[in-house]
């Protein structure tokens, strides 16, 4: 079966990191552009982050930018979200994302495969 997992997400402080994980099954990940999104309660998704398939550039929505970082790790087959600083706006479920390039809008063009979402939450 061909897909996306995320993990690492759950409840942190303000303040606090959290580092997702993308991992792939059934295909190589080094193949595609990686993207990062999520979506709040109530509100649009939106793209937060995004790496070319050669790890090489990278995009930053400007709300996350400095705080977070895109990564990849194609021989673990593994693309990661290390976010700092985080900060109760960043409450949302993060969704990663396989397609072609790595676009100035901080997504991938012509996604393939999507995961199925990991919850961050941002509380005190």
């Known amino acids: 079966q061909l897909q996306l997992v995320e993990s690492g997400g759950g409840l942190v402080q303000p303040g606090g990191s959290l580092r997702l994980s993308c991992a792939a099954s059934g295909f190589t990940l080094e193949n595609y552009g990686i993207g990062w999104s999520r979506q709040a309660p109530g509100k649009e998704r939106e793209g937060v982050s995004c790496i070319s398939s050669s790890g090489l550039i990278t995009h930053y929505a400007d709300s996350v930018k400095g705080r977070f970082t895109i990564s990849r790790d194609n021989a673990k087959n593994s693309v990661y979200l290390q976010m700092n600083s985080l900060i109760p706006e960043d409450t949302a479920v993060y969704y990663c994302?396989?397609?072609?390039?790595?676009?100035?809008?901080?997504?991938?063009?012509?996604?393939?495969?999507w995961g199925q979402g990991a919850q961050v939450t941002v509380s005190s």
């Open positions: 994302a396989a397609g072609d390039d790595c676009t100035g809008y901080s997504v991938v063009s012509r996604i393939r495969y």
